[in-house]
T-cell receptor, first 111, second 111 residues
Framework: AQTVTQSQPEMSVQEAETVTLSCTYDTSESDYYLFWYKQPPSRQMILVIRQEAYKQQNATENRFSVNFQKAAKSFSLKISDSQLGDAAMYFCAYRGDKIIFGKGTRLHILP | DAGVIQSPRHEVTEMGQEVTLRCKPISGHNSLFWYRQTMMRGLELLIYFNNNVPIDDSGMPEDRFSAKMPNASFSTLKIQPSEPRDSAVYFC?????????FGQGTRLTVV
């Protein structure tokens, strides 16, 4: 069975600085997707960035980028120039046939 | 498109009552997922459908939980009878491929 592990329950970063959230996963499948979702206090789940496993190039969406290491089964999220609005829970997710989530990392932005 | 629509947004019910949660997926999406979110257990996948057919219901906690998808534009999650430990936020999400898009969730409180 596939698993997703986020080892950092909470993190803090100074506004305008860069922060990296970690995620590892386990799977025997070769074809899959990985995602990062953001959940602000409004509880809405927002898809931030996606990565197809067959693509070697790391995905980037504005200030958000990932470091995808397929052999190591690692998928970290880097947020550059952190803003107060980035404060939220961040979930790493894996999709083979179904989508499963890690436990989340709560990110605090310090003004 | 209006996105994934869930109703009701909030539900308070007494223990033993039947509860029905509703979901309208994004038009054209062929996969639908039901999740439950609690502080203790995080985001749990309860069941998912492909092309209106239930594929994996191994996450449904008990026989008290049932889900249906009678057509491509509607799904229900029913709890009968409800118990206080069912209190949680229930999310519906839909996708075509890749990442799923979430509804606003239903906060269920069973007293």
């Amino acid at each position: 069975a596939q698993t997703v592990t986020q080892s950092q329950p909470e993190m803090s970063v100074q506004e305008a600085e860069t922060v990296t959230l970690s995620c590892t996963y386990d799977t025997s499948e070769s074809d899959y997707y990985l995602f990062w979702y953001k959940q602000p206090p409004s509880r809405q789940m927002i898809l931030v960035i996606r990565q197809e496993a067959y693509k070697q190039q790391n995905a980037t969406e504005n200030r958000f980028s990932v470091n995808f290491q397929k052999a190591a089964k690692s998928f970290s999220l880097k947020i550059s120039d952190s803003q107060l609005g980035d404060a939220a829970m961040y979930f790493c997710a894996y999709r083979g046939d179904k989508i499963i989530f890690g436990k989340g990392t709560r990110l605090h932005i310090l003004p | 498109d209006a996105g994934v629509i869930q109703s009701p947004r909030h539900e308070v019910t007494e223990m033993g009552q039947e509860v029905t949660l509703r979901c309208k997926p994004i038009s054209g999406h062929n996969s639908l997922f039901w999740y439950r979110q609690t502080m203790m257990r995080g985001l749990e996948l309860l069941i998912y459908f492909n092309n209106n057919v239930p594929i994996d219901d191994s996450g449904m906690p008990e026989d008290r939980f049932s889900a249906k998808m009678p057509n491509a534009s509607f799904s229900t999650l029913k709890i009968q009878p409800s118990e206080p430990r069912d209190s949680a936020v229930y999310f519906c999400a839909s996708s075509r491929q890749g990442g799923a898009f979430f509804g606003q969730g239903t906060r269920l409180t069973v007293v």
